[in-house]
């Protein structure tokens, strides 16, 4: 029955290892655009708006109201899927119609972001981040 | 000297392989929530009825466009 060195063995893994993940990695970066949003909303006695399109914004919401902002994705001429991620205070009342959004090629896609507040969720600022990933067909 | 059975040392070859391909998607996911379809948050029995809110877009007081 054939055998392998053990020593021979392990160097050989940590080098293969190091070479598919080296080119796993650059392969993603190669096919990822990700483009990260500041995000946040206040929790108050009144409705207030906000229309900044640097951040993605929900203004002031009630509680047990809601708020809605949209992200463009442009136009390109691959395919490509936008996959969306939140971290921070937000990631909790953050939510879309759908995680994975495929945008044909030369087609803009607009795809809507919602934030629930819930009855009884504290006045104050919540923040956080909204983290768009573009992966290429 | 130690050495394993070649039928071993594939196995670990296939395992080393899946993880290194596996690795960087996991990296760069760390830390992030995915943003899903909504869920139900909140149910509230009130005078004898029930609230749930289930989507968003039904309660919409605020809509702008970035």
């Known amino acids: 029955m054939a055998r392998v060195n053990l020593t021979k063995a392990v160097f050989l893994y940590i080098v293969i290892y190091i070479i598919v993940f080296g080119a796993s990695y650059l392969y993603y970066l190669h096919r990822t655009e990700v483009v990260i949003y500041d995000t946040n909303f206040i929790v108050g006695d009144h409705v207030g708006f906000d229309l900044n399109s640097s951040v993605i914004t ?13 992200i463009n994705i442009l136009e390109s001429d691959v395919a490509r899927h936008a996959k969306l991620y939140a971290r921070g205070d937000v990631s909790k009342f953050i939510s879309t119609s759908q995680h994975s959004v495929y945008v044909a090629p030369d087609s803009a896609q607009e795809i809507m972001l919602d ?6 969720l504290s006045f104050g600022n919540y923040s956080g981040k909204v983290k768009v990933v573009l992966l290429t067909d | 000297m130690r050495s394993i059975p070649l039928s071993l040392f594939v196995l670990g070859l296939v395992v080393v392989i899946s993880v290194g391909l596996y690795v960087p998607y996991v990296i760069e996911q760390v830390g992030w929530t ?33």
């Open chain 2, 34 to 66: 995915p943003i899903d379809k909504p869920t139900v948050i909140d149910v509230e029995s009130e005078s004898g009825n029930l609230f749930f809110t289930i989507d968003p877009k039904e309660n919409v007081t605020n809509n702008g466009t970035s």
């Open chain 1, 58 to 70: 929900f203004g002031m919401v009630t509680p047990a109201g809601s708020a809605s902002r949209g």
């Open chain 1, 115 to 120: 934030v629930s507040i819930p009855v009884d």
